[in-house]
């Protein structure tokens, strides 16, 4: 090094006046480089204070007022901050830019020390030279108002979770629970299986004309009328047109001879707009949709973009904007830089005259920004060789969200045909692409059975004239069944929770994380949700008591009012109470109505051993019967009697013999084999999508029952490898030394969090209450 600017580096070093403090090692890599030698970036891996694990930690007699304590594992990195503010006179608070950032903010200003004055607070919407630079060039002050907020729904969060639980526990089996939020979220999850389940279905009837033109090609037309009455299906009461095969027969016989004569045809144009850029939710139901990602895994992936990943001599790069918003608004930089790009690589026709305004909805923060590339001329190929798989995949997703965001409409040419036969009247439509616009980026992909989906369908139709005579090629019946409402996937679930007000960008994934993951109250399978029956029956045990808690509308009123409570419209104490007062009432009454599952529900069969009536009660490992005369009499059996459950479907084929593959539940737990046994003995295990990390092996992580009914995670290429855990992997990388997963396990109502990779000392406690 020369000499003079090591002198200078040192000089500056020695005058190292300020402190700033982010939550993750990564965001201290990225800032760090931002910022000279008279900076000291540090990181307080997340929240360094937090409400006791062994009791309530709330005083509802004074005020709610809560017992803040050092959360477990964090004393040694907050000695740590502590010595380093000894050689600074300033702190730069530049934690995340949400409720639960300024929170962990506030509590590092109450254990540092600091003069308050000299404590600021900084925030930015990307990691990029010039937001760091400009955030630090206006420092602010710590919002308490939002600090309000986020204690207003910790200490919601504290007082249901530790009053429901003990209740669960001593009425249904213990290591159960139900918070403010996720009680609802699974209640939709019910009553959706509710509504299948009891959905009666209904036949109905269409009719479709296959016909041929003057000019090709041939096309198909729809029967819309019969003698002047429009053909209804079966909808809200109103019977169907064509309720049954006869019926339909019938109107066919109509149109034997008929003349099929073009009554009109009506030409135009539709113009397809883009959707907005990517807010929170918007970013986990297309990622699941597309990726296939779970909410969780979304959120991550997108951590670790915001936060910055190593671009070759660049160092750290924040790659997007912060990914927990609910605002859809661009800044004027951002449109500019991508309307430059949309004229260079596309051309100037594809560039609306003025940018594309989007409307956030309802109190959105319009602080803060959609989730975009924070430099859109990096572009997913030239970043590609510097991230992994899935942090490709998403970064495509955002930065073609964001392009065809600030792109022109996609036009189609439509055409609808009016067709004569008979006393019928028959309707063709078709369209095709005039201008690709927006879609020559990106085009959102919907749930099955979404009408949208069809929107960008081309359909070509012939050239059609008024009074043209057309040939019928042939007449097709079809039956159809009206079907019920489909069951939740995590990004559909997702879009009802933000449509119905419930939760907010950050609290989604661990929403879903904690009804699907921790409470056994969900299971997933493939894409698709299905509440448990411990799921149903604590829902139903719920629903009698806490009516409030259960219903959506008061939900989703609760986050209002923690809106109000940040807006500085209401005092957070005042909106804890209002809660507290009737939950209290409830509990007591739940306390003393409520049935007691333990003890068990009698039934009408007697013991086979000693003749007493039977009582059907819940263990550990679900429901079974035992006698009513126990201790005397210890005959117990699995309710179900050994009884097989039903085969699921799957769609794959057996790659010995062609058949379907099915879903079958063993032993020693769930596992996928053919569907010709025992003709057939193919079998194969259902992974969990996580690599093995033993070396050299190329197995998946599956999850196993144990002899004794303890579920466990081993090796999908076992008996060659055999590793195995005990605690459940979770496909989130080690935010301390990136190991591909970390593991999970509840421990005395905590979830406790730590890697498997040796030598890594990463340990995160949350409560197992968390709404």
């Known amino acids: 090094m020369d000499g003079g600017a090591g002198e200078v580096e040192e000089a500056l070093v020695a005058k190292r006046r300020s402190l700033v403090v982010v939550e993750s090692p990564t965001k201290v890599k990225t800032i760090q480089k931002y910022l000279d030698a008279t900076y000291t970036v540090k990181a307080s891996m997340g929240h360094v204070r937090d409400l006791p694990k062994s009791k309530l930690g709330v005083d509802p007699r004074k005020g709610f007022k809560p017992q803040y304590v050092i959360s477990p594992g964090k004393k040694k990195i907050l000695d740590e901050l502590k010595k380093a503010a000894e050689k600074a006179d300033t702190l730069y608070v530049a934690t995340d830019p949400d409720r639960e950032g300024e929170a962990i903010g506030w509590h590092l200003a109450q254990e540092l020390p600091f003069n ?16 760091v630079k400009a955030a630090f060039e206006h420092p602010g002050k710590i919002d308490l108002k939002k600090v ?25 089996q213990r290591g159960l629970s139900a918070g403010r939020v996720q009680s609802v979220a699974v209640r939709l999850i019910v009553d959706r299986e509710g509504l299948i389940q009891a959905f009666v279905p209904h036949e109905y009837w269409s009719v479709h004309a296959r016909l041929e033109a003057k000019l090709p090609p041939e096309f198909t037309a729809t029967l819309r009328e019969i003698d002047g009455e429009r053909v209804e299906v079966p909808r809200d009461g109103r019977p169907a047109t064509l309720p049954d095969e006869a019926t339909t027969r019938a109107a066919m016989e109509g149109l034997d001879g008929a003349r099929w004569i073009v009554r009109t045809v009506t030409r135009g144009e539709r113009r397809r707009n883009p959707t907005a850029p990517f807010i929170t939710s918007t970013l986990q139901q297309e990622a699941g949709r597309k990726l296939g990602f779970w909410a969780r895994k979304t959120m991550s992936v997108a951590q670790q973009l915001y936060e910055g ?25 951002a449109q500019e830089a991508a309307r430059q790009l949309v004229t260079t690589r596309y ?36 970043v590609a060789r510097h991230l992994t798989k899935d942090q490709l995949a998403l970064y495509r997703l955002i930065w073609e969200r964001f392009m065809s965001s600030q792109m022109q409409p996609a036009v189609y040419d439509t055409v609808t045909a009016d067709i004569d036969a008979g006393r019928c009247v ?16 990106y085009v959102e992909t919907y749930e ?12 070509a139709m012939p050239a059609l004239e008024d009074g043209e005579v ?97 807006d500085g419209e209401l005092d957070w104490a005042k909106a804890v109470g209002d809660f507290y007062t009737p939950f209290q009432k409830d509990l007591k009454k739940a306390q003393k109505e409520m049935v007691n599952q333990k003890k068990g529900e009698e039934t009408d069969e007697a013991c086979p051993e000693c003749g007493q009536p039977l009582l059907a009660r819940r263990g550990r490992f679900g429901k079974f019967l035992a006698c009513s005369a126990y201790p005397e009499c210890k005959y117990t059996r699995n309710i179900g009697g050994g009884e097989r459950a039903e085969d699921e479907p799957t769609k794959e084929v057996c790659p010995s013999c062609g058949k379907p593959m099915v879903i079958k539940h063993g032993r020693f737990g769930k596992f996928i084999a053919c569907s010709g046994y025992p003709d057939c003995k193919t079998t194969k295990p259902i992974t969990m999508g996580i690599a093995c990390p033993e070396p050299g092996c190329a197995g998946e992580l599956v999850e196993r029952r144990s002899k004794r009914g303890r579920n466990f995670y081993g090796c999908s290429a076992y008996p060659g490898c055999k590793f195995v855990l005990w605690q459940r992997p979770v496909a989130e990388p080690c935010p301390k030394c990136g190991a591909a997963f970390v593991t999970e396990r509840a421990t005395r109502g905590r979830s406790l969090r730590t890697c498997v990779r040796e030598g890594c000392d990463f340990r995160q406690e949350a409560d197992l209450t968390v709404a």
Do not use: C
């Open 148 to 172: 309000d907020a986020q204690q207003a729904r910790r200490v919601l969060d504290r007082l249901v979770g530790y009053s429901l639980s003990p209740l669960l526990w001593d009425k249904v």
């Open 116 to 131: 308050k004055k000299k404590i600021y607070r900084i925030t930015f919407n990307e990691i990029t030279e010039r937001a």
């Open 448 to 459: 099955d059975g979404d009408v949208a989906a069809d929107e960008e369908a081309e359909l």
């Open 309 to 333: 990943v190593e671009i070759g001599n660049e160092g750290a790069v924040g790659l997007i904007t912060y990914m927990r918003t609910d605002s859809v608004q661009v800044s004027r930089e």
């Open 347 to 382: 051309g100037a026709e594809y560039l609306p005259a003025e940018p594309p305004v989007y409307k956030s909805r309802g109190r959105a923060q319009e602080a803060h920004e959609a989730i975009r590339p924070s430099d859109v001329t990096r572009d997913p190929r030239s």
């Open 470 to 566: 057309l040939r019928l090629l042939e007449l097709q019946p079809k039956q159809h069944f009206t079907q019920p409402p489909p069951r939740y996937t995590e990004a559909s679930l997702v879009k009802a929770l933000e449509e119905l007000g419930i939760g907010r960008p950050s609290t989604y994934a661990s929403i879903l994380g904690t009804i699907i993951n921790e409470r056994g109250y969900v299971r997933r399978d493939r894409r698709t949700l299905f509440p448990t029956e411990l799921g149903t029956e604590v829902t139903g045990l719920l629903m009698p008591f806490f009516q409030d808690i259960m219903n959506v509308e008061f939900t989703a009123q609760m986050e209002d009012e923690l809106d109000k409570v940040e």
């Open 426 to 441: 028959f309707r063709a439509q078709g369209q095709t692409l005039k201008f690709k616009g927006f879609t020559a980026v």
